[in-house]
């Protein structure tokens, strides 16, 4: 039964227009994935410094939870 499906469902020519645009893309510019590749190692594949990262958190100053107004505390 299941080859029977399979035949009635099978659409082997078929390419929705999304691969076909990334086929043609892809053909006309093959060092576009060597290029991605650079970009995300530009932006986002870097080994972090685990301490630089711990000493930057125990430096911050912590916010008030209201900028912009009067710590009534202070006013004495």
């Given at each position: 039964?299941a ?5 009635i ?5 078929y ?11 892809k053909?006309e510019?093959?060092?576009l ?6 970009g995300?190692?530009l932006?986002?594949d ?6 630089q ?5 125990q430096a911050?100053v912590p916010?008030?939870?209201y ?7 202070q006013?004495?």
């Open positions: 039964m080859s029977f499906l399979q035949r469902f099978r659409r082997p020519d390419k929705s227009d999304v691969t076909q645009f990334i086929e043609q893309l053909t510019k093959p060092d994935e060597a290029q991605q590749r650079a995300r190692a932006w986002w870097k080994n972090l410094d685990r301490e990262i711990s000493e930057w958190k911050r916010q008030k939870p900028v912009y107004g009067d710590d009534p505390r006013r004495r």
